[in-house]
């Protein structure tokens, strides 16, 4: 679309955004398909290299000076997703670090598949930080708590 000096610009963006994408997607997909969580590592790598597409096509081929709606229409999109997996299962709620999971891979994806590698990678091992290391801190924080009192509600603010 741009021609000239900026065709490398679009095969540099496309060329390692996607692969990345898939890359990150599949390291979260892992760690989510070893502790049997609804979303595993086909729906994560989807879910990631999708959102990396939809970027390249936004940053890349479409309107780079409309940004805002291009990455609100993948967080939407993603959204909805994500509310698919939330259950409500009697007096508790399943499926939000699930829903939150897919979304946060839209935007390693996103990152991706804008060119802001580093972003991607980052916000990948944070993600792989709080699903691997926040999980058993927030069961023994569980464990510890005082008893709940009649008058809070079923989620905390």
Not at 42 to 67: E, K, M, Q, S, Y
Not at 70 to 89: C, E, N, P, S
Not at 97 to 124: D, F, H, K, P, R
């Amino acid at each position: 679309m741009f021609g000239g000096a900026w065709d490398w610009l679009t095969a540099d963006v496309t060329l390692l955004g996607l692969p990345l994408a898939f890359v990150l997607g599949a390291l979260v997909g892992l760690e989510r398909e070893w502790r049997r969580n609804a979303a595993g590592l086909r729906p994560c790598v989807l879910v990631c290299t999708t959102a990396a597409a939809f970027a390249d096509l936004v940053v890349v081929r479409v309107d780079p000076g409309n940004l805002g709606a291009g990455f609100g229409a993948i967080a939407t999109g993603v959204g909805f997703l994500g509310a698919g997996a939330i259950m409500k299962d009697g007096a508790s709620i399943r499926g939000l670090s699930t829903a939150a999971t897919l979304w946060c891979l839209a935007a390693i994806g996103a990152n991706a598949g804008a060119g802001e590698e580093v972003a991607a990678i980052w916000l990948t091992l944070l993600v792989l930080a709080v699903n691997i290391v926040l999980k058993p801190a927030a069961r023994v924080v569980r464990r510890r708590r005082p008893p709940r009192s009649e008058d809070e509600g079923l989620m905390e603010g």
